[in-house]
């Protein structure tokens, strides 16, 4: 079955670093992906859809400047926290999709603190 | 507007019980999937299944089965003879083609299953 690989699983960074996180499908080509953020206890919430080649598209109320998202080829996504808070701590999670019609195919989820 | 509202936040049952987990949806399109999650611990989501808007019959696979009613709107998830492993968070999900095809998640249920 399609597998989508997140990397890393869990990463700890300090505030105002950096910290990118890889979504990359491998065995199929996901023309569009899509990035979730969960607080705990709480649900899934969308913060960008992104297709290849295309700038992503972000929900309102979702900084772009603060959350790069970069779907550069078929196969991988990038987010990339820049300056990252505490508050930006969460569980982020990818999802891949090979077109309309086709299933999801999440990624196992990135623990994200900022200390 | 589209929405899925999941009003159960916790159930807890004794094993061997059966439990139903309700899911209601909201959307004015005619096209449209609907998705059930597990979510153990591990925070991983484990796909259960998929039914688009035009099919409503039933569905049972082992111990699960979904109730799919367009005339009430609801997608309802039954386990029967629950089990210690069938604690989860379980997330109702509705996706609409015309909007990207992005998910658009339930505020999720916790079951807790007691020995």
């Known amino acids: 079955g399609a597998v989508v690989s997140q990397h890393p699983s869990r990463v700890i960074c300090k505030s105002g670093t950096s910290v990118k996180i890889e979504c990359r499908s491998l065995?199929?080509?996901?023309?569009?992906m899509f990035w979730y953020r969960q607080f705990p206890k709480q649900s899934l919430m969308l913060m960008a859809t992104?297709?290849?080649?295309?700038?992503?598209?972000?929900e309102q109320g979702v900084e772009k400047d603060k959350f790069l998202i970069n779907h550069a080829s078929l196969t991988l996504s990038t987010l990339t926290v820049t300056s990252a808070h505490p508050e930006d701590s969460s569980f982020y999670i990818c999802s891949a999709r090979e077109g309309i019609g086709y299933g999801y195919t999440f990624g196992s989820g990135t623990r994200l603190t900022v200390v | 507007a589209q929405k899925v509202t999941q009003a159960q936040t916790e159930i807890s049952v004794v094993e061997k019980e059966d439990v139903t987990l309700d899911c209601v949806y909201e959307t004015r399109d005619t096209t449209y999937y609907l998705f059930w999650y597990k979510q153990p611990p591990s925070g991983e989501l484990v796909f259960l299944i998929r039914r688009n808007s035009f099919d409503e019959q039933n569905e049972i696979s082992g111990r699960y089965s979904w109730n799919f009613q367009k005339s009430t709107s609801s997608f309802n998830f039954t386990i029967t003879a629950s089990q210690v492993v069938d604690s989860a968070v379980y997330f109702c999900?509705?996706?609409?083609?015309?909007?990207?095809?992005?998910?658009?998640f339930g505020q999720g249920t916790e079951l807790s299953v007691k020995p």
């Open positions: 065995d199929f080509q996901a023309t569009t």
């Open positions: 999900a509705l996706s609409l083609n015309n909007q990207g095809g992005k998910l658009i």
């Open positions: 992104s297709n290849e080649g295309s700038k992503a598209t972000y």
